[in-house]
């Protein structure tokens, strides 16, 4: 047990940039960049594109844009409102990213037969097709930004996250909601 622990304690990137103090993460600001979440947030948010680019390349699609394909497969017809609430864009970015996928014949638009102001998109057989293309290269790239973690620090992580962003959701552009 002790030589695990030894092993966990070997490798530790908040040591190595001197951000424990007795055990504690050091005062944010008295550290650097690397003591600062939203730094290493947007950090690893940059890493995970590279990866996302480096495994899907080959398709040209960003991962917002591969969010609202995925979010469209699932629920098709909502409208550009929706869909922003589901991946977390505001009206005008999702109508900007919706756009471009509809000019890149992943997606369809039309005029809500409900409420003639409003835009619906659908995923069309282009865009299920990428997507599927896409699939295998996006689970890459989500393993190859864990792979560093163990198992359990996965899980640990990704439980975080969750809660970090439930518990900060109001504080985005736009709210992150499931319709």
Not at 24 to 39: D, H, K, N
Not at 103 to 131: C, F, H, W, Y
């Amino acid at each position: 047990m002790q030589e695990a622990q030894a092993d966990d304690h070997a490798f530790s990137p908040l040591e190595e940039h001197g951000l424990f103090d007795n055990d504690t993460v050091a005062e944010p600001f008295s550290q650097g960049l690397w003591s600062r979440p939203g730094f290493l947030v947007r950090r690893l948010n940059q890493i995970h594109y590279a990866m996302f680019f480096e495994e899907c390349k080959e398709e040209n699609v960003t991962p917002v844009q591969y969010g609202i394909l995925t979010v469209l497969a699932a629920n098709p017809w909502l409208d550009q409102t929706a869909i922003g609430y589901e991946v977390g864009l505001d009206r005008t970015t999702s109508a900007d990213v919706i756009k471009r996928l509809e000019e890149k014949g992943l997606l369809e638009r039309r005029i809500n037969p409900m409420d003639r102001r409003s835009r619906q998109a659908a995923v069309t057989p282009e865009g299920l097709r990428v997507m599927a293309l896409l699939k295998q290269g996006m689970a890459r790239a989500q393993q190859r930004l864990l792979d560093p973690l163990s198992l359990r620090d996965r899980k640990i992580f990704m439980s975080l996250l969750v809660e970090l962003v439930d518990a900060n959701n109001q504080y985005g552009r736009a709210v992150l909601k499931s319709v």
